[in-house]
């Protein structure tokens, strides 16, 4: 539990220092996905970016901009990023929770309302952030089904 807890605490500081220094790591994270998956660049100055944590332990991220490029009349757009909880690890070595964390990746991504498959949405990650996600794509599609 040990390597586990400071893998992740590894992750998120590499990822805060490096390359999500601007803002808060999971809105930044969602901001960077969204314009890594739709081409967009700026995002953050034409976006409306809101946090919600869930019932369920999980922390939604939206992403709300409008599409200028498809004809006369703008297209409300929006972007969702769902991180898991981290709950079980915070404070076990000390029985402490100082605050709610969150997995320093999205587990799951939708864009207007389309889930975003994991075959575009992991490389895009490994792309932003340079991690890799272990789970294959193989794997997860043989447990959903």
């Not at 869930?54 to 929006?78: A, E, H, R």
């Not at 969150?102 to 990650?125: C, G, H, S, W």
Request: net charge negative; charged share 20%; with cysteine.
């Amino acid at each position: 539990m040990q390597f586990k807890t400071l893998t992740m605490v590894g992750l998120t500081i590499s990822l805060t220092a490096c390359t999500l220094n601007e803002g808060q790591p999971p809105e930044t994270l969602c901001l960077k996905l969204t314009e890594h998956l739709m081409g967009i660049q700026h995002l953050k100055t034409q976006s409306k970016v809101t946090q919600k944590e869930n019932s369920d332990q999980t922390l939604s991220v939206y992403i709300n901009w409008q599409d200028k490029k498809q004809g006369d009349k703008p297209l409300n757009m929006t972007a969702r990023c769902i991180y898991l909880s981290d709950a079980d690890d915070a404070g076990e070595d000390f029985n402490l929770q100082i605050e709610k964390s969150y997995q320093t990746v999205p587990d799951k991504m939708f864009i207007n309302n389309q889930a975003v498959r994991p075959e575009q949405l992991y490389p895009a990650i490994h792309n932003i952030t340079g991690i890799a996600i272990k789970e294959t794509i193989r794997t997860k599609i043989l447990n959903e089904q």
